[in-house]
């Protein structure tokens, strides 16, 4: 990369003289997707895309396909060509409003309805395109342009007055191509970790019934032992807590962390969004907890969820602390007794359709556990070194994602240039 010149005013900045700022409507024609709806999808046909799934499936490229529709379907959708950029049409938030891919393949596919469809003009590189659409100032005007509340809009008319700063041809294809291989490190690194998840799904469904047994070598011995049906009570204690009162705000600006259901998606817990004071503790039914202490979610969505905290806290009513007898079973592996079997049961341990869970339900709930506590420290330890190397990918790919951004940030306003061989 070379640094470049700038001379352009941009946006709150400048862009090299060379490059040229233009309109959507000035780069292609806009068109709209239709219907695919999602009884509609099947697992072979003719390939689709649907808006949600600008959201979800796709970052910044179309390449494979997630959903495909029979031929008569087809005949009442829009086909997407080669070059074409997609447009998610609606959104939740003005901040993802518009969330644009780039189709780059040559398969015949289709486009759902609230999907904006840009035909864009020769002189552009799609997938550059794509990519620049997602920068900061991009993102900035596709929020003022945005409509609604609870669901916002965007139209091909708002998207079309939306200016981008563009290099010459050759170079927008050398950006592309710097991205796209970035692009294909986070791909190929997110590849390892859905093998390594995986992989650890296979080693809880054998270690944890019994299927697969582990055995003593040099550096650990295992006295195997025999797989019993246990009730949680036998083998633990368990208690909720509470919410200290709202109306009392100085009970939130303490120091002791407070834990809510929410919070324990991060399955290790080691900050909490909110902190009270020990005279909300005192003042209301919370509860604190010492580190490492096993929380399961008990109410709505996040129902059966496990987790462990890693600082001292309290709880509020929604969230269960588990206090494991460790003369019977070890801390880390009843933890991974949870993790296993609570997802699969919660369907069954709801009431009335409605996921909320309490301390009886859980205390008289039953699953098999070796009762050799050997044994159970080395599936624990097992899982542990597993769940490790997830982390470790995951926090690669965090990196790599970073490295992307700061790359776009660069090239995608010519604050850096690429040398383009003539």
């Known amino acids: 990369m070379i640094k470049s010149t ?13 490059w040229e700022i233009k309109s959507l409507s000035e780069l292609g024609t806009f068109s709209k997707g239709k219907g695919i709806l999602k009884e ?15 959201y979800t499936t796709y970052d910044f490229i179309v390449k494979k396909f997630k959903s495909f529709i029979s031929n008569e379907v087809a005949k009442e ?63 900035k005007q596709k929020r003022t342009l945005g409509q609604g509340n609870s669901v916002v809009h965007i139209y091909s008319s708002d998207l079309g007055k ?37 992989y650890k799904k296979w080693l809880m469904q054998n270690l944890l019934t019994g299927k697969k047994r582990l055995k003593s070598n040099e550096k650990r011995k295992i006295d195997s032992g025999e797989f019993v049906k246990i009730k949680v009570q036998d083998i633990a204690t368990v208690f909720s807590g509470g919410t200290p009162l709202r109306k009392y705000s100085e009970f939130y600006k303490g120091t002791i962390p407070w834990i809510k259901s929410g919070e324990i998606n991060n399955f290790e817990i080691f900050e909490t969004e909110e902190k009270i004071t020990e005279e909300a503790i005192r ?18 969505a996040t129902a059966g969820v496990v ?20 003369s019977k079973v070890d801390r880390m592996y009843l933890l991974r007794c949870f993790q296993f079997y609570l997802p699969k049961a919660v369907e069954n341990l709801v009431q009335g359709g409605q996921p909320n869970l309490s301390g009886g339900i859980i205390l008289n709930y039953q699953f098999s556990i070796t009762n050799s506590l050997s044994e159970q420290v080395a599936i624990a330890q097992v899982l542990q070194v597993s769940d490790k190397e997830i982390q470790l990918l995951k926090a690669k790919t965090e990196k790599l994602r970073e490295k992307k ?14 040398k383009i061989n003539k």
């Open 77 to 139: 959708c829009k086909e997407i060509k080669e070059g074409d950029v997609l447009f998610a049409g609606s959104g939740e938030t003005a901040e993802e409003i518009g969330k644009a891919v780039a189709y780059i393949g040559t398969e015949k596919a289709f486009a759902g309805g609230d999907v904006i469809i840009l035909s864009t003009k020769k002189e552009v590189d799609t997938a550059c395109l794509s990519y620049a659409l997602e920068t900061d100032f991009a993102k």
């Open 40 to 54: 509609q999808v099947i697992s072979e046909g003719l390939p689709c895309v649907r808006y949600g799934e600008i």
């Open 6 to 18: 700038m001379a352009k005013p941009f946006y709150n900045s400048t862009i090299p003289s060379d």
């Open 307 to 326: 987790g462990i905290t890693r600082i001292e806290a309290a709880i509020n009513q929604a969230v269960l602390a588990v206090i494991p007898d460790e």
């Open 405 to 418: 951004k700061g790359l776009m940030q660069v090239l995608l306003t010519g604050k850096k240039r690429l």
């Open 283 to 300: 003042n209301s039914t919370t509860k604190k907890v010492t580190k490492d202490t096993i929380l399961i979610a008990l109410y709505g």
């Open 162 to 198: 939306l200016k981008i700063p563009l290099p010459p041809l050759p170079e927008q294809k050398a950006i592309a191509h710097i991205l796209g291989l970035a692009d294909d490190a986070i791909n190929k690194n997110n590849q390892l970790i859905a093998q390594k998840e995986l």
